[in-house]
């Protein structure tokens, strides 16, 4: 695990533009450096506010989007469409306005898909398309994907791994069916901690009050069962970009001071 780097923002648009920014970057020198780049999305307000700073940002152009891979790190598992799933949201906010290839955007099954109401099925096939997509040099059936991005619950939950569920505790399956999820909708779809961790670099996101707590438990030593949050890392990098609300609970040992 590599220590995690912090970068406090002073508000939450401050930080969806300073994060978009570094998305932007990350995936233009991927694809100058091997052709492709590979991200791995995530739902909630914070990922949300990112993609649509990302639609705004002129600098978007600079990005090659027919070779540029999306996946997900979770979907709640409801029909395709539903303003819920975190890919309806995704699409609202920026995939509907860029040059996408949809053969490279891999949204997870919906639940009026090819798996019906089968969650479990429909995890298996997103685990099977990872492995499809992950190489020889990828030491495992994940892709190592450029940038993993996390929104960070005020539970400590990332992903669709809640504290204390099964999934938090899975250790071989790289993608598992979540039941009873206490943020609706209660049946899920999540990669795990182990794919989580197949990343070259994992991005959590947390702005606003309400994550403050689960920033400074999540960085405090707790454990990734108790606080998932906590076991998400990537193996180059792991980045924590938080507005000055979500650190306001952190020891000022954990960052450098704001300037004046
Ligand atoms: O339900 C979900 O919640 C988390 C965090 O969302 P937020 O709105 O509290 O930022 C998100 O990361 C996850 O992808 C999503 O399915």
Do not use: C
């Not at 819920?84 to 920026?94: D, I, W």
């Not at 109401?117 to 994907?145: I, M, Q, R, S, W």
């Amino acid at each position: 695990m590599n220590t995690p780097q912090l970068v406090v923002h002073h508000d939450k648009e401050l930080m969806a533009q300073a994060a978009a920014a570094r998305l932007i970057t990350k995936i233009v020198d991927a694809q100058a450096s091997r052709g492709t780049a590979s991200v791995v999305l995530t739902g909630g307000r914070n990922g949300n506010g990112l993609l649509a700073a990302l639609a705004a940002a002129p600098a978007r152009d600079a990005v090659d989007w027919g070779r540029l891979d999306l996946w997900w790190g979770d979907e709640r598992f409801l029909p395709e469409g539903d303003p819920e799933r975190n890919v309806t949201q995704a699409r609202e906010a920026l995939l509907d306005s860029v040059p996408l290839d949809p053969e490279r955007v891999h949204a997870m099954p919906a639940s009026d898909g090819p798996y019906g109401t089968d969650v479990e099925a429909a995890a298996e096939a997103y685990a099977a398309e990872l492995a499809k997509a992950a190489g020889p040099e990828n030491h495992g059936p994940v892709p190592a994907f450029d940038v993993l991005m996390l929104g960070v619950g005020p539970d400590t939950h990332v992903a669709s791994l809640f504290p204390e569920l099964p999934a938090v505790r899975e250790t071989e399956r790289t993608v598992v069916g979540v039941h009873g999820a206490p943020k609706p909708p209660p049946t899920r779809i999540t990669l795990t901690l182990p794919a989580i961790r197949a990343a070259r670099e994992v991005w959590l996101l947390a702005a606003g009050e309400d994550k403050a707590e689960a920033a400074a438990i999540a960085l405090s030593g707790a454990g990734e069962i108790q606080a998932p949050a906590a076991g998400a890392y990537g193996t180059r990098r792991t980045l924590w970009l938080l507005d000055s609300a979500a650190a306001s609970q952190l020891p000022r040992s954990l960052y450098p001071p704001a300037s004046p």
